[in-house]
Structure formats: structure tokens, C-alpha cells
């Protein structure tokens, strides 16, 4: 199978949430909310046209979080959900607003995938602008429900 990674289009933006609601609530996002971020979305696309994985990274003042980062289950363990998050880090690294690049996720997922790329376990409260407008209305959030129930860590890419 060809495989073509590549930064996305606006006109893909259908196609990503499509794929983003096949996976959990967190990850799914509306065609409204990836086409705002479209600049900073990659994809990986089959020798057909059809995107099949995905990875796109959310701006938060300095920082840049991974998130939708995704492979169709047809075309998992084939390496290219590594290749797609490789683009979108490389773009992200050529930035020079861009201090930190970081992710959310569940612990099993940062040990196979996340820390052999060279991401890191470290403290959210590093992230105080994705503190501020996501975790504070998060159903799991200690803010909400007087003891903390998330189950993700953040993890930071090594410089």
C-alpha cells in the first residue's frame, strides 16, 4: 500500500471528524473544531484518497498540545500513526513560538507509544492555559467533584 503523509486541508476537515468519532469522546471532534485548527492537523491517506489516520496539535498560548491522534483500525501496527505524529512534531519543532509540545493521555498509552518518541511524564500544572479552559469543566477534574478522577497523565516532548 502507498501511503502518503501530509499536511491536512480544509476540505478535510469532514473526513477527520468522521474518523475522530470512532474512537473515544475525548478524542472526537466536530468538522466546526478541526477545520479552526486545520493549519496544525496532519494526515495519512492511502493509495485510494482516503484518509486514514490522523494527528493534529492544539495552541495553547506558548504550547502545543497532540491531540486526535489516530489510525484506522484496518491499518493499525503498521507504523503509521509514528509517521504522521513525526510530521506534525517536525512542523511544530520549525515554530519558534513553540516552547513546549505536549499530551494527555492514559497512562498504558504513554508507556507504548508517547515515551518511546521521547515524551516524558511531567506536571499538567506546566499547561496552566489548557488547566484553565479544559480540565476546570471536565467531568473527572478535582475542581468539580472534590477529589481528582482523571486517569490521564501529561506527558512533554523532550528537547
Not at 130 to 158: D, H, M, R, T, W
Request: aromatic share 8%.
Amino acid at each position: 500500500m502507498e501511503l502518503i503523509i501530509r499536511k491536512a486541508k480544509k476540505s478535510d476537515s469532514g473526513e477527520i471528524s468522521r474518523l475522530t468519532k470512532k474512537f473515544t469522546d475525548t478524542l472526537s471532534r466536530s468538522p466546526h473544531e478541526i477545520g479552526k485548527m486545520i493549519g496544525n492537523f496532519w494526515v495519512a491517506e492511502n493509495d485510494r484518497g482516503k484518509i486514514i489516520g490522523c494527528c493534529g496539535a492544539r495552541i495553547w498560548g506558548r504550547d502545543a498540545e497532540v491531540i486526535a491522534w489516530i489510525v484506522s483500525e484496518k491499518y493499525q501496527g503498521a507504523g503509521i500513526a509514528k509517521k504522521i505524529l513525526l510530521s506534525l512534531i517536525k512542523s511544530l519543532q520549525k515554530r519558534k513560538n513553540i516552547r513546549y509540545i505536549f499530551a494527555l493521555t492514559v497512562p498504558a498509552l504513554a508507556k507504548k507509544y508517547f515515551r518511546p518518541l521521547g515524551f516524558l511524564p511531567t506536571g499538567l500544572q506546566m499547561f496552566s492555559a489548557k488547566v484553565v479552559e479544559e480540565c476546570q469543566s471536565c467531568p473527572k477534574n478535582c475542581f468539580q467533584k472534590g477529589k481528582y478522577q482523571c486517569n490521564e497523565i501529561a506527558l512533554v516532548l523532550k528537547k
